[in-house]
């Protein structure tokens, strides 16, 4: 069982940058592939980025690639989303999903809250 706390959203102008966060509890954490997913009003959720177990292997969206990147510290049971040069249309309520690094949202057991990032053109 993993529980999942992100952190770091907000408003910010086009062209800024964000980190997120996603703190889990459970000893188990550094034995989970981890993924961030987002959805914007509207729309279904969507893959952001998903990271394997060590941090050695990443995956990007293409809509983020060149912009977002994710890493992990299992020392401290976080995994990261940074977000650089941020676009209106990255707005959208970002989640943490644990369990896979695939693309589809089914293959992810467990979830986080959310956390609101709006950006400003």
């Known amino acids: 069982q993993v529980h999942l706390v992100e952190s770091g959203g907000g408003l910010v102008q086009a062209g800024g940058s964000l980190r997120l966060s996603c703190a889990a509890s459970?000893?188990?954490?550094?034995?989970?592939?981890m993924g961030w997913f987002r959805q914007a009003p509207g729309k279904e959720r969507s893959f952001v980025a998903g990271i394997n177990w060590s941090g050695g292997t990443t995956y990007l969206a293409d809509s983020v690639k060149g912009r977002f990147t994710i890493s992990r510290d299992n020392a401290k049971n976080t995994v990261y989303l940074q977000m650089n040069s941020l676009k209106a249309e990255d707005t959208a309520v970002y989640y943490c999903?644990?369990?896979?690094?695939?693309?589809?949202?089914?293959?992810?057991?467990?979830w986080g809250q959310g956390t609101q990032v709006t950006v400003s053109s």
């Open positions: 999903a644990a369990g896979s690094m695939r693309d589809s949202a089914n293959t992810y057991p467990y």
């Open positions: 459970g000893r188990t954490f550094s034995s989970y592939a």
